[in-house]
């Protein structure tokens, strides 16, 4: 989780691509990693190296979904800035929510997303909406 946080703290956009993936893929395996090894099949990681004009990010999508291009589902994204913590995100790809939508349609993930948005506001929002 250290080179995660490093990542979303780190500012700097140099060798994004290198520094995200090394980040996510961090978080599986025996050696110190948050997750066993056999959860790295649940999701993959993508981390494009952008063209100048492009949004740099890094994120976690469902493994089905092809290496470039439009995705679908949901995703925890990483979108970084130069001047201070990356924004990070849980986004729904462009190609709709499948294949997660029997998953995000059962009951109390509203409900988790809410109290999320919710604590986000209360602790960071000072009388103005976060989350």
């Known amino acids: 989780m250290k080179k995660l946080i490093?990542?979303?703290?780190?500012?700097?956009?140099?060798?994004?691509?290198?520094r995200s993936n090394e980040a996510f893929n961090e978080l599986f395996g025996s050696s110190g990693g948050r997750?066993?090894?056999?959860?790295?099949?649940?999701?993959?990681v993508r981390a494009p190296k952008m063209q100048s004009g492009g949004v740099p990010f890094a994120a976690l999508i469902h493994p089905s979904n092809p290496d470039?291009?439009?995705?679908?589902?949901?995703s925890f994204v990483v979108f970084p800035i130069e001047d201070g913590p990356a924004l990070i995100s849980m986004?729904?790809?462009?190609?709709?929510?499948?294949?997660?939508?029997?998953?995000?349609?059962?009951?109390?993930?509203?409900?988790?997303?809410?109290a999320i948005c919710n604590w986000l506001n209360t602790k960071h929002g000072h009388g103005n909406m976060v989350a």
């Open 6 to 18: 490093d990542l979303i703290y780190a500012g700097p956009l140099n060798n994004w691509t290198e």
């Open 35 to 44: 997750y066993p090894e056999r959860a790295r099949r649940s999701a993959a």
């Open 68 to 74: 470039a291009g439009a995705y679908g589902g949901m």
């Open 91 to 114: 986004v729904i790809g462009t190609q709709g929510l499948s294949p997660d939508e029997e998953v995000l349609g059962r009951p109390g993930h509203g409900r988790k997303v809410a």
